[in-house]
């Protein structure tokens, strides 16, 4: 597993940890890009308007939400640049606990609702 905090320590902070869950800080700079790392499944809130390209084994996904934004993160390995103007700001709560049943297809990117 690629953890994001060690692949990219300047973009994401720990903020809080416990068995169950860990919540994650994330904020970059227009254009910034993240290397290749991988989430368990999360819920994500935009503290800002959030801009990206994000991209996983040659697929490529637009990701465009607003500020307060929260969307379901299925668990996924991807990177990621920053499109928008705006520095993106925000939260993932990553659980630590295993889905019931695996997901059928899980989606590169936050979920549409």
């Known amino acids: 597993m690629n953890d994001p ?9 720990v903020l809080f940890e416990n068995d169950r869950v860990r919540v994650l800080d994330y904020l970059d700079h227009p254009g910034q890009s993240t290397h290749d790392h991988t989430h368990p499944d ?10 990206r390209l994000l991209r996983s084994d040659g697929s490529e996904v637009r990701v465009e939400l607003p500020a307060h934004a929260v969307r379901w993160l299925d668990a996924q390995q991807h990177a990621g640049t920053n499109t928008g103007t705006p520095p993106p700001h925000a939260i993932f709560v990553e659980l630590k606990e295993p889905r019931l049943t695996p997901a059928t297809a899980p989606r590169l990117g936050p979920s549409p609702s």
Do not use: K
Not at 42 to 51: D, K
């Open 5 to 13: 905090t060690v692949t990219d320590p300047e973009l994401y902070r």
């Open 42 to 51: 999360s819920v994500m809130v935009t503290l800002t308007s959030f801009e």
